[in-house]
Every structure is written in C-alpha cells, then in structure tokens.
C-alpha cells in the first residue's frame, strides 16, 4: 500500500492517508488501499480503536475528479458501489473510529470523516459537499449519512448550497465533537483513541453497535 501507512500501537490502529499528489483525493486505487487496510486492521485482535488520520496539510479533498472524467457510465457506478462499500465497512467495524481532521474535508472527505464514529478537527478545518456544483449528488452516503448526523436541514443547507463550512461551525452543528489548535489535534486525538482503548473492549463494541442499530 503505498499511499496508507498501517500501525497498531497499545491496541490503537493507525491508519495515516498519505496520498500526497492529490490531496488525498479518491480514486478506485486508493479506495482499495483504504479497504484493505481496515481489513488488516480489522483482523488483529489486539486493535481497540482505530484513528484515521494525515500527515498531509488536508484530510482529503474529495473524489479524484481527473480520474472520474475519463469514466464511462459503467465505471461511474462501479466507483459509485466501490466507495460506499468501503465507507459501509468503515462504518459497520465492530471497534471504534475516531478522525482527526485538519485542512479540507470535502465531497467524499467529508463522506469518509462521516462513516466515522467520532470526528475531532483542528481549527483550521473545512468541510463541504460540493457536488452540486459538477452537476452530480454526494455518492459515497452523504446524503444519508450527513442528515443524520446533523438534521435534514443543516444538511440540505450544505449540500444545496455547496458552501465551506468551518470547524467552529461544523462543531455547533454536531458534524464534530471538538475543536483544537492544529497544532494539538494530533495529541489529542491519539488521547481520545488511547482512552477508548483502556475501556472494556465487549463493552465498548456491544454500545456502538447498539447506538448503530438503534
């Protein structure tokens, strides 16, 4: 996998995006390299939590639109199939997923922040679904996803209008639970993982599984 980095540190995964020439931008190869390594992580029994991060300056800006332009209608929809598999996987693990964002978050970055559990960002963060303004819908579950999170309303005022919404506003709306200084996320998230981490792991799979299903 060259565009992910994978580690599992005192029952914390580590799985870094380091795509660096597209800003973390997806494409089918990089979904791939993601799916396996949930699958990887997924498969050691020594992992209690999972924190999805960069060392990049963005989370992830989005689906890889060079590649999507040389897509035919076939190939739209196996992506289309390709991206919500993974974000269903990423979403159904039985351990906890925790997201550190910094930089952008947008489109399928902001889809991929959502399958996640819980969502900590640094105070420079944006998020968005841009969609629109291609002539195309959120593909990767942010229509789904994103009302739940948020409500139907802020949703539909982020997708329709396509705007950037800050970390600070992005926090008052319930898309993340903290805020920090870009230069804390990292510490902090690893402290929020690592206290997951410490707790019973039955226990902890057994009430995300209940909060999902219910």
């Not at 999170?149 to 997708?159: E, R, S, V």
Request: overall charge negative; some cysteine; hydrophobic content about 45%.
């Amino acid at each position: 996998m060259t565009s992910i980095a994978v580690d599992c540190v005192d029952g914390v995964g580590h799985l870094q995006l380091n795509r660096a020439n597209a800003l973390n931008a997806l494409d089918l190869q990089f979904c791939t390299e993601i799916d396996d390594a949930l699958l990887a992580l997924d498969a050691r029994e020594d992992v209690r939590a999972i924190l999805i991060s960069t060392s990049l300056k963005h989370f992830c800006a989005g689906a890889d639109i060079r590649e999507m332009l040389s897509f035919d209608c076939q190939q739209a929809y196996e992506f289309s199939i390709r991206g919500n598999r993974v974000f269903r996987k990423l979403e159904t693990l039985l351990v906890p997923v925790v997201a550190a964002v910094n930089g952008y978050a947008l489109g399928a970055g902001c889809e991929l922040a959502a399958a996640c559990d819980l969502r900590i960002a640094s105070d420079t963060a944006s998020f968005g679904q841009p969609e629109v303004t291609l002539g195309i819908t959120p593909g990767f579950g942010g229509t789904q996803r994103l009302a739940r999170l948020i409500g139907t309303q802020n949703a539909k005022d982020m997708i329709f209008t396509a705007r950037r919404v800050s970390a600070f506003e992005a926090q008052a709306m319930g898309l993340i639970s903290h805020t920090y200084p870009a230069d804390r996320l990292m510490s902090r998230a690893v402290e929020t993982v690592e206290q997951i981490a410490k707790n019973v792991p039955f226990a902890v799979r057994a009430c995300k599984a209940a909060v999902n299903e219910g």
